[in-house]
Every structure is written in structure tokens, then in C-alpha cells.
């Protein structure tokens, strides 16, 4: 049974729409279970009914035109029970019904299914039996995981309006839906990440010409080298050079004697090459799957990558680098940086992934950049997104596949009234960042990513805010010596001297873990990381703070800040570090100083020893992201729980009011370095709140700023002591948003003006 559905499971993801895939349900079910009857009944909530999309046994003219009302016979039953039903006997049932038009016969034996995405009934997959039949618990298991697997067609069908086709014509607007990664609106065309063949779908296959197979091999495996070198060269003037070492890894991993040998060998075993391509790919995936550490593991999918990546090129001889259109919105399962460096930046105009969340590597890259984006889209089907024309709606967090002509008029309206708000939002460029009672709010940025270069206008942001120090130790296979740190961060300082630039110390561990330094634990997020780490390995500490001190000689704009901190003696142990790196240079005959040292406040020990930390460091910044998960025991990056993360919680609020409040105890300034301080509906309240200064994403800094300038910080504190008493997120951002649209900056949360 198991291998039947393995079976079904296949051929029906490969089927091109759901008709075909319905059809090949009920054909094959009937086979698998043996019975007279099945069916699919695709519910219609316009039309209250469930209506006849599919069936083997039953009149095929009744398709698409037997409808029976919603509540009603056996088949109403399963939907409004949402469970399984049973009947070994259905028409001594009370429920049952005879629906004559589809030419069945009395049948006695019933099992209905329900078709559930979301909690939501969907349809119904129903098997019958002339005789009396009580199906068994393997066929009731068997019907109710195929009717999991057709969840997600018939919602991606909802979407596209193919759904339409087989049930009553609606005009409701279909979507797929996501969390909004990035805010914004773009009309564009879907391309694939990779583009790339689908290598499990490879059949076996005898070889015809072996020696033919191994040459082709070969030359496949040459150009995926040339094209990862071509692309790190194209992109060597755009990104820093360490991150470049991300596709060195890469080639290693491709030059790799055992690959290219053992899939020869299987050649001249009699393998095709794309099969034996398989084969080798599976067996060392299999390895890196069955380990330990999260970021082994991960090196897995890198590996079936390159296994595609040979497998396009075995399948094309001529292929070139792919063309992208100049309205490419990146489309895939998990969209990678590496993958959205390969896109131009001119043709780029939104991102889809079916995985991940707003506060996700991606979704802030692509909010640095200015692009729209939609994640965490669980029913995005990745293979029939290509070239397929495509709406998204970062505000909302919605997909419209193959929108129709109002729609796309609609979003056409809605894109253009963006635009003139961008414009209308550029007119603050170089304009102070105070409120319309003179109160000065520096706006910085945060900075560290992959495919953030220095060619975007920074003259008006007050320096950075929040530079992530872990990129360049997270592409390397070891630790970068003292030398290679020094060039790094003297390229930043002095690109923004006399600007500060806070210089945040390694933040490895949780999600971010290094290919040479690995952890493995259970819930790593509460685990070793941070300056956890940097504490039980003082050498790395110590060669990064001697590489920060040594690149701010005669720049005096650095300043350093301790991530993760818990309690008070965590940063007594690092302040000593410091200063015994910065004596040490001393005695060596460097002319450095001391900088500013300063705390990120992250968990909530932090926010109640905010007093006793205030009194140690220099300044004070909150990591809204971290910070929010912690307080709501909220893991962001998990799909299942994404709606219950939201940083506008009064929790959230009131731990940032705490933080203030104790923080100005010492006349210490306090800063907000997380994704909240990007969030214009955020922007007053924290002005409210009194915090000095924001860090953010270079794509929010005009639209922050134009926030800044539209209030009075009276105005700001009026409204931040009435979300403070609110009770839940929702409320929060239902009242900022009637704040905002009064002052005519609705535009700035959602689509249009």
C-alpha cells in the first residue's frame, strides 16, 4: 500500500493541472483500493454546494454539473464533520441521498474523506462499494493522506482561478497566501530559482555509448565550474570581497574527487549520466542529511543544487546563463541570497519563497534592496511558477498567480500610486530627521549582509547603526585572521567617517552557525551563542576587538557593542577583554583608543537588569527581533507560529518603555537596531517612548524619515500612553494605522495612497 501511494503521490505532483490530477486520484484510487466508485467533490463556498470535479464509475457528462447543497446526504456529512466517514451500509444511514443524475446504481459500501488546507474543508474524496463494505483502517489511512497531498493543488487552483473551471465561476479575487516579507507592490513574471531540472524525477536507464555518457558528464560538470566563476567574478565589484568566498566553497565542494569518480564509475557501470548523476547526488546528501549540526545538514540541499545545476547542463549542451526578464519576480522553495545575487538588479522587482518569515536572511535583503517580497507561502507550487505572470502584494503577504484583467488593472492603479508615494517620500532627502517641533531623531542603518555594497546615497543616515560582524566568519572554512578583520572593518569606518559605526562583535550560534565551529544542540536558540560564545573562546574574541581596534586608528568613529547579553557579569568579563586587547596594541605601538562600548538588549533578563547594565556601557540598542521571539517564546523562523510573532505587542512596548526609563537613570542613549525600527507604523511610537535614535535597512530610511518629520514628539507620547494600554498586537496596529492614514501616510503600510 505504502508503494502505491509513493506512486499516486508522484504521478500526481507531476500531472500539469488539477483536472489531470483528479482524474489520475480517482482512476487510480479505485485500482489501488479495488471498488466500483470514486470520486471527488470540490467544495464551492459561492454557490454553497459541493460540487462533481471528478470520478471513476459514475456518469462522466455529471462532472462539473452535480452539485449537492452544502449539509446535505453523506457527502455534506464528511465536510461538516471534517472527519472520515465509514459506512459499510450507507443507505440504511439517516444522511443518505441518491443523486440519480450521475447513474449510479444503489451502492452500499461508503468511505468519504474530508480535503482539508488550513482547517478549511476543501472537498471530499469518496470511494463506494455495491455491496456492503466496511473499509479498512489501512484504506481509511491510505484515502485520508492522498487527500492531504491534493490540499495543496486544489488551494493553488483556488489562486490561479483554474479552480473556476470545475466548479461555479466566482469572482472573487484568488490568491496564495504568505507572510509579508517586504512591503511593496510589483507586477512581474515568475522566474524559478535555478531554473533547474528536477533531479529526483531522473529515471534509470542503460547507457547507450558509455564512453559518450562520461565525456558529456564531464564537459556538464566544466560549465557549472565556469558559471559559479563567472558569476563571482560578475559580481566581485558588487558584494566584499569575503563574500565571494561563498562560491568558492562551492567549486570545492564540485571538484571534489569522490563526486565526479564515483558518478564515472556508475557510468561505466551502465548508468546514463543523469541517472548515475542521481545516484551519486542521493548517496552523498544522504551523509550531510544524517548529521547532527543544523548547518551540515544544510550543506545537503547546496549539494542536490549542484547535482541540478549538472543535470540542466547535461540536459542542454548550449545552455547560457539564464535571461532574466526586466520584471523577474524570483520564485522558489527557499530563496538563498546566492540565488538572488544572480539576478541583475535592474530586472529584480519582487521574491516569493514558500518558506521563511519577514525577519528571515532573505526578507531583509530584499527590504535593503527595495523589493517586494512574500514569504512563508506553505501552497506556493514552486514547478508551475515559471514564466507565469505574477502579482505580489508585500503588504499583505499575497501571491496572484495569472491574475485576471480587474485585478491586474487594480494592482496596475495601486502600483503606480506607489510610486508617486516613493517620490513623494524622496522629498526629505536631505532634509534633518526631527520632528515638526525640532526634536532631532539620528537615523542609521544597519549594514552586514551579503549584496550590500556601498553604492547607495548613505549621506543621509547618521552613520551605522548595526554592522553584523559574522558574514565574513560564516563563508570562510576557518576563522579569518587578524589581518583580513582589520581590512573589513577599516573599509566600513571609512566609508562612513567621522560618522559613528557601531561594530557589533561575532553573533554566531541559534541560526547562525559556522562550517568549521559546529554546534549541536537541541534548542539552540536558548543555547550557546552570542558572547556565550565569545566568552568560552576569549582568543576569537580577543583577535576581533585587537582587528576592530586596530582599524579605527585616526578615525576615532568606532564603537563596539556585545550581543546576547544576559546579566551583568557577562559584560564586567568582555569590558576586561577589551581593555586588555587595547593595551596589548598599546605595548605593540598602536595608536588606538578606547571606544564607546555598548549593549544590545535582547532577552528579557536584560530589560530587568537594564539599570545595573546602563551603569557599565557607554549606549544601549534594542534587537526588536530577538528580543520579540524571546518575550513571546516565539520562534520566528517557524511557519506554525509565525502569526503569533509581531513586534507591536504591548509586551514589547512595555519592555521598550522599561528599557528607556532605566537607561536614563545613567543618561545613557538608547537606540533600536531590529526590523521594528524600519516599520513605519513603529516610528512614532518609539519617537513617543524616547528612544535617541533608529538603525534600519537602507530601503526604510526615507520612508522612517518622512514619518519623523510628519509628527511632534507630544503627539508621539499622546499616542504611545494609549497603545500601552492596549491588549494585544492587533489593537496596536489598528490604532498607528488610523494615526498614520490621518496624517495622509497610509500608503506607507499598504497598497496605494
Known amino acids: 500500500m505504502l508503494e502505491t501511494l509513493h506512486r499516486i503521490v508522484k504521478e500526481v505532483n507531476a500531472a500539469p493541472d488539477l483536472e489531470k490530477a483528479l482524474s489520475l486520484i480517482v482512476t487510480l484510487v479505485k485500482q489501488a483500493i479495488d471498488c466500483d466508485v470514486c470520486s471527488v467533490y470540490l467544495t464551492d463556498p459561492d454557490a454553497r454546494a459541493h460540487v462533481l470535479a471528478a470520478t471513476d464509475g459514475l456518469r462522466q ?23 472520515p466517514l465509514n459506512i459499510s451500509d450507507a443507505p440504511s444511514h439517516p444522511r443518505y441521498l441518491r443523486i440519480t443524475e450521475t447513474g449510479e446504481t444503489q451502492y452500499r459500501g461508503f468511505l468519504g474523506v474530508p480535503i482539508i488546507q488550513n482547517r478549511k474543508v476543501l472537498g471530499v474524496l469518496v470511494v463506494r462499494q455495491q455491496a456492503k463494505r466496511a473499509f479498512i483502517d489501512d484504506e481509511v489511512t491510505f484515502l485520508f493522506t492522498l487527500a492531504a497531498q491534493l490540499a495543496g493543488a486544489i488551494t493553488y487552483a483556488q489562486a490561479s482561478g483554474e479552480l473556476d473551471v470545475l466548479t461555479t465561476p466566482s469572482r472573487v479575487a484568488r490568491y496564495l497566501e504568505g507572510r509579508p516579507g517586504s512591503t511593496g507592490v510589483s507586477i512581474g513574471h515568475g522566474v524559478v530559482a535555478y531554473r533547474l531540472a528536477d533531479l529526483d524525477a531522473v529515471p534509470d536507464r542503460a547507457a547507450e555509448d558509455v564512453e559518450a555518457e562520461c565525456e558529456s558528464f564531464r564537459a556538464a560538470v566544466a560549465a557549472v565550474e565556469d558559471d559559479l566563476r563567472a558569476l563571482k567574478q560578475r559580481l566581485s565589484g558588487e558584494i566584499p570581497a ?12 564540485l571538484g571534489g574527487d569522490s563526486l565526479v569518480t564515483e558518478t564515472v564509475d556508475l557510468i561505466r557501470q551502465g548508468q546514463w549520466a543523469p541517472g548515475a548523476l542521481r545516484q551519486s547526488i542521493d548517496v552523498h546528501a544522504q551523509v550531510f ?12 540541499s547546496d549539494i542536490r543544487d549542484l547535482g541540478r545545476r549538472i543535470l540542466t547542463h547535461l540536459q542542454s549542451d548550449n545552455q547560457g546563463e539564464i535571461d532574466y526578464p526586466s520584471d523577474t519576480i524570483l520564485v522558489g522553495e527557499e530563496v538563498s541570497a546566492v540565488q538572488l545575487a544572480e539576478v541583475p538588479p535592474q530586472c529584480l522587482v519582487g521574491v516569493v ?32 511558477m515559471e514564466n507565469r505572470e505574477l502579482i505580489i502584494d508585500g503588504y499583505r503577504g499575497r501571491v496572484y498567480p495569472s ?43 544597519n549594514t552586514g549582509l551579503i549584496n550590500e555594497t556601498g553604492s547607495t546615497n548613505h549621506e543621509d543616515c547618521a552613520g551605522i547603526g548595526l554592522y553584523r560582524t559574522e558574514l565574513p566568519f560564516m563563508v570562510r572554512d576557518r576563522f579569518p585572521a587578524e589581518s583580513v578583520q582589520v581590512m573589513n572593518y577599516r573599509r566600513v569606518l571609512e566609508a562612513f567617517s567621522p560618522r559613528p559605526v557601531i561594530l557589533r562583535t561575532l553573533d554566531i550560534g541559534g541560526d547562525k552557525p559556522l562550517p568549521y565551529f559546529p554546534i549541536a544542540e537541541q534548542n539552540p536558540f536558548l543555547g ?15 583577535t576581533q576587538v585587537r582587528a576592530m581596534l586596530r582599524a579605527a586608528v585616526d578615525l576615532d568613529n568606532l564603537q563596539i557593542m556585545l550581543p546576547m547579553i544576559s546579566g551583568v557579569a557577562e559584560v564586567d568579563e568582555l569590558k576586561m577583554l577589551i581593555k586588555r586587547a587595547h593595551d596589548e596594541l598599546l605595548e605593540e605601538g598602536y595608536a588606538v583608543s578606547m571606544p ?34 524571546y518575550l513571546l517564546a516565539v520562534d520566528r523562523n ?37 526590523e521594528l525600527a524600519g516599520n513605519p507604523l513603529a516610528t512614532v511610537l518609539l519617537m513617543g517612548l524616547g528612544v535617541d535614535s533608529l538603525s534600519m535597512s537602507a530601503g526604510s530610511l526615507m520612508k522612517v524619515k518622512w514619518v519623523v518629520r510628519s509628527f511632534s514628539v507630544s503627539r508621539a507620547r499622546h499616542l504611545v500612553h494609549a497603545a500601552l494600554r492596549m491588549e494585544d498586537a492587533q489593537q496596536v496596529r489598528r490604532f498607528m494605522e488610523g494615526a498614520l492614514e490621518d496624517m495622509g501616510l497610509g500608503g506607507l503600510f499598504r497598497p496605494g495612497r
Open 61 to 83: 457528462e455529471a462532472v462539473g454539473k452535480v452539485a449537492l447543497p452544502l449539509g446535505r446526504g453523506l457527502v455534506g456529512l464528511v465536510a461538516e464533520r471534517a472527519e
Open 242 to 253: 569575503e563574500d565571494n568566498a561563498l562560491f568558492d566553497a562551492l567549486l570545492l565542494m
Open 289 to 300: 542529511e544524517g548529521m547532527e549540526d543544523v548547518y551540515l545538514r544544510e550543506r545537503a
Open 353 to 384: 519563497s514558500s518558506t521563511g518569515s519577514s525577519s528571515s536572511h532573505v526578507a531583509i535583503l530584499a527590504r535593503a534592496m527595495g523589493v517586494p517580497a512574500v514569504m512563508g507561502v506553505t501552497d506556493l507550487p514552486v514547478s508551475r
Open 403 to 445: 491574475p485576471t484583467p480587474s485585478v491586474r488593472s487594480e494592482y496596475e492603479r495601486l502600483a503606480e500610486e506607489e510610486r508617486e508615494l516613493t517620490a513623494e517620500a524622496e522629498s526629505v532627502r536631505g532634509l534633518p530627521a526631527e520632528s515638526t517641533d525640532g526634536v532631532a531623531f539620528p537615523l542609521h542603518l
Open 528 to 542: 550557546w551563542r552570542g558572547v556565550r560564545i565569545s566568552l568560552a573562546h576569549p582568543e576569537i574574541f580577543l
Open 596 to 629: 564607546n562600548i555598548g549593549v544590545m538588549i535582547e532577552v528579557p533578563s536584560a530589560v530587568y537588569m537594564i539599570e545595573e547594565l546602563a551603569r557599565r556601557v557607554d549606549f544601549v540598542s534594542v534587537g526588536t527581533n530577538d528580543l520579540t521571539q
Open 638 to 674: 517557524n511557519s506554525r507560529v509565525a502569526d503569533l510573532y509581531d513586534d507591536l505587542h504591548p509586551a514589547v512596548l512595555r519592555a521598550l518603555e522599561q528599557v528607556v526609563r532605566g537607561a536614563r537613570t545613567f543618561h545613557r542613549p538608547v537606540g533600536v537596531c531590529g
